[in-house]
Structures are given as structure tokens and as C-alpha cells.
């Protein structure tokens, strides 16, 4: 029996490609993808695809997927480095520079932002891919960015239509991860089960060892407008005011309809962000507004800054005034997926933990605002506010909902574990491509001393991070 409640930690090993023939058996079945935020597909005959990749782009990577675009029937398939549409060189990043986070916010370059900064670039990558549309027609496919999806179809305006999917795949050891792989049918039906449970809650608890403790409820109407908005497939949004968003949305959701404003109650603790490792921050929250900041180092004190700076802020819509609200609850649910050590300290993803948060089972929480109207933009435009918002990675959460009309309570995540992982039918499902205890299972747990493995999680993790996962690296040691 494990010493620990929690899953103990385990990393996956992938052999960096020397040849392009390394890489086409995983090129071939994403071609064939078409679900998730790894797929390429599907593919249509005649395709023009544009892929807008990074400055550190694996060649064998990038070859693969070429051929197996077109043997597919893609007529055409053009890589294109961010700094040639922009001009702008990229500079690496590494996970030391959590903070990093917030000052872009700060300065109006992250996600979400009304400039629709690309994630990886950090400058306006929108405008530079219409212009190059414009220039070179006939592209039916584009292939752009680590995340947002949703996002970077509205910035592409008349082109959005092209939007496939992110890419992933500069990166070899992100490309060769099985999480690209997995089964759809079992994917979609894993995340069907979290959903459909979605429409019931009454109440909301989510809790984390690292000191997450929230809560909130909810009116029958706002349980069943999140549950028909919050699955992304592969990004659940388990926050309802992120879910019923106009620009998050998975059905139509006009801007003249009113949020969903939950009442988060309670703290938001961690030490993660999608730009790295900070020293343990705690948030606090009433009624959803952030109050207070308490420790975070650098990454704490630029949030309490903003915060300070923009607290006359009323954003069109919202309850009352406040810069900061609870608006991003997301749940991934790449199951393989893994925090990819080969550029971690040296990544042309200008968020180079973004990676870990997606992982089935891992949350990523945010707090900043969401651009829900036009009046929410022209605020901001108008205001010279900044948009978008930021995160806390959480490791073990259990999220729990309380059961409409009784005192039952339903953990959809446990101490970080889906529960629909353990579902019958799901692993009868599974048993058609290959042993269901290894591919409803995580290939990556990350490790916490005192927590799931040995240590002292205050003395050893809490104050440095980073310090800590360098010791284990330098010991060869999976983090």
C-alpha cells in the first residue's frame, strides 16, 4: 500500500528523433485526428496548409508532418517562422520567470488582451497572419499558437474560418507524447461523463493540498446554461462564467446575455503558472473579486499592483467594481500528457509550462476579466485597461459538486485523479485499443515533498520551487 493519499510521482522517457522515418508513424495518426488540441485533422483533398511555427522547429517533426499531410491528399503544406511575418526575433524562455505572467498582462500582451497577442510570440501575430492571407490566397488550413483557440479565431476576423487547431509540435518530446494518440472515442466519452453531471449542481468545493479552498452555488438556470457551454473538447471550462462567456462558449452565446457570476468564496493557493514556478502564493476571494495577495514572491506583487492600480475599474456587466475576478476554471483532459523537460529552461513557447496544465486531472485557474461584450473592449480600449487574465496551477484538486435536491456530493476530479476514469463502460470502451490500466492511467504525476513524496512540502518546495526540481533534475530524478 503507498505511504501517500496521493498518486506518487512518474514521468514518461521519449527518444529525441534522428531521422525523419522517428517521426512519421506519430505524423500519420495525427493527420487522422480529429479531436483534441494535438489533432491535424481531418484532411481534405487539395488542402493549402500554413503552419506558423517557432524559431527552434525540429526538422524531422516538421518533414513528417508534411508528407503526411499529403498523403492525405494536402495539396500544399508551408511552415512559416513567427519572426518572418513579424519581423519581431524571438527570445527564449525559461520556467524561472513566473512572474512574467503578470506583467504582460500589465502591459496588455497576454491572452485574451484586445490585441490578441499570439501566446508563443508575444506581439500582435493576428494581424501579421491576415495580412500574409491577404497576400497569398488560396491557404484553406492554418495551424497557429499554443492555446486559445476560441480566441484566435475571433482575431482573424474574415479569416477565422481557416483556424484548425493550435500547433503543439516545434517541440520533438511534445510531438512524440502519446497524449496526441489517444483513442477520440474514449477522450469524448471520458469528458460526455463530466459534462452531463455539470446540469445537477446545486454547489461547487474545490480543494487542493497545497491550501485551495473555494466554494460556491449555484441556481438551477446557471447550472444548466454551464453545462451546455463548458465542453471544449479537450479544455473543459469548469468555471460557469468562463463557460457562458460569448468568446468561450462551445454553442452561440449572444453578448446581450448576462453571465453566469459565481460567488467563489475562499483561496486559491499554488505555485505554478502556464510561465512557470513562483514561490506558494495564496489568493483571496469574496464573491468573486479578488481581495488580497498574500506572498508569490515578484509574481504576487505585480498581481497586488495591478490590482491596486485598477481597482475604479467597473467592467461593463460585472457586479460591482474590481480588476481582478475568478473567471477560469479549466480542466484538460489529455490523460498521456506530460511537463516536458527538454526546453525547459531554454523554450521558444513563451509560456513554457504550458505544457503541464494538460494533463487530464490538473487545473489551471485564472483570475483577471473576460471580454464578453463589445462595451467590455471599448472600455478597455478607451480606458487603457488592460485585458485577459492569469493562472495558478493546481496538482491534486478535488473538485466536487453538491447534488441538486439532496446532500449528496460528486467528486469529478479526486486528490487530481477523473473519476469517469474508473467508469465500467468507459473501460469496457477501452479494451478495444489495448489494456485499459494503461491508457486510462497518467503517464506524468508531479512531484510534491510531504505531499506525495518524501520531504517537507513548507521547508523543502513551498518558499523555491524551482530550486527544488533542479535538485531532482540534477539527481536525475523525474519532476
Known amino acids: ?33 480529429e479531436h483534441g488540441r494535438g489533432a491535424l485533422g481531418p484532411v481534405k483533398s487539395g488542402d493549402r ?8 522547429q525540429d526538422e524531422y517533426v516538421r518533414e513528417a508532418v508534411i508528407q503526411a499531410f499529403k498523403e492525405l491528399g494536402a495539396e500544399r503544406v508551408d511552415f512559416i517562422y513567427t519572426h518572418e511575418l513579424t519581423g519581431v526575433e524571438q527570445k527564449p524562455a525559461t ?86 494518440t489517444f483513442p477520440d472515442e474514449l477522450w469524448q466519452e471520458m469528458e460526455k461523463k463530466i459534462l452531463e453531471i455539470l ?26 446554461r454551464w453545462a451546455m457551454t463548458a465542453g471544449l473538447a479537450g479544455h473543459l471550462f469548469l468555471d460557469p462564467m468562463q463557460a457562458t462567456s460569448s468568446e468561450c462558449a462551445v454553442v452561440p452565446v449572444s453578448e446581450k446575455v448576462p453571465m453566469v457570476f459565481p460567488k467563489y468564496n475562499g483561496v486559491l493557493a499554488g505555485t505554478a503558472n502556464h510561465f512557470g514556478f513562483f514561490p506558494r502564493m495564496e489568493l483571496h476571494f469574496e464573491n468573486g473579486r479578488l481581495v488580497e495577495v498574500r506572498g508569490g514572491g515578484r509574481y504576487g506583487e505585480e498581481i497586488a499592483a495591478l490590482e491596486e492600480r485598477y481597482s475604479h475599474v467597473h467592467w461593463p456587466g460585472y457586479p460591482e467594481r474590481g480588476y481582478f475576478w475568478f473567471c477560469d476554471c479549466a480542466l484538460c483532459t489529455t490523460i498521456k500528457a506530460f511537463r516536458r523537460t527538454s526546453d525547459f529552461f531554454h523554450s ?32 478597455a480600449r478607451e480606458n487603457k485597461v488592460p485585458m485577459g487574465h492569469i493562472h495558478v496551477h493546481n496538482y491534486f484538486v478535488t473538485f466536487e459538486i453538491k447534488i441538486a435536491g439532496s446532500k449528496s456530493w460528486y467528486k469529478i476530479v479526486d486528490k487530481g485523479w477523473i473519476t469517469a476514469l474508473d467508469d465500467v463502460d ?10 485499459p490500466d494503461d491508457l486510462l492511467s497518467y503517464d506524468w504525476v508531479p512531484p510534491l515533498p510531504g505531499i506525495n513524496c518524501d520531504g517537507d512540502y513548507w521547508k523543502d518546495y513551498a518558499s523555491d520551487p524551482i530550486a527544488y526540481l533542479k535538485k531532482r533534475l540534477e539527481k536525475g530524478m523525474k519532476i
Open 1 to 33: 500500500m503507498s505511504r501517500y493519499v496521493y498518486m506518487e510521482p512518474r514521468a514518461p522517457e521519449y527518444r529525441k528523433p534522428t531521422c525523419i522515418d522517428d517521426c512519421l508513424p506519430q505524423a500519420r495518426a495525427l493527420v487522422r485526428k
Open 348 to 379: 521558444y513557447w513563451r509560456i513554457p509550462n504550458a505544457p503541464e496544465r494538460n494533463r487530464a486531472g490538473i487545473f489551471h485557474m485564472g483570475i483577471g476579466s473576460r471580454r464578453h461584450t463589445e462595451a467590455h473592449r471599448t472600455y
Open 49 to 56: 496548409i500554413l503552419v506558423v511555427t517557432y524559431a527552434d
Open 199 to 224: 446540469g445537477k449542481a446545486s454547489s461547487v468545493r474545490i480543494t487542493d493540498p497545497e491550501g485551495t479552498h473555494l466554494e460556491y452555488d449555484l441556481t438551477p438556470e446557471e447550472a444548466k
Open 426 to 435: 468507459l473501460r469496457a470502451k477501452a479494451t478495444k485499443y489495448g489494456d
Open 95 to 180: 520556467v524561472e520567470e513566473a512572474w512574467r505572467e503578470a506583467v504582460m498582462m500589465g502591459e496588455g500582451r497576454v491572452s485574451g488582451s484586445y490585441t490578441v497577442a499570439d501566446r508563443t510570440s508575444g506581439v500582435d501575430m493576428a494581424a501579421a497572419i491576415r495580412k500574409y492571407f491577404d497576400e497569398h490566397p488560396g491557404y484553406t488550413g492554418l495551424f497557429w499558437d499554443t492555446g486559445g483557440r476560441s480566441h484566435r479565431i475571433f482575431a482573424l476576423r474574415e479569416h477565422g474560418s481557416k483556424f484548425r487547431n493550435n500547433w503543439l509540435f516545434n517541440n520533438w518530446e511534445e510531438f512524440l507524447s502519446r497524449a496526441w
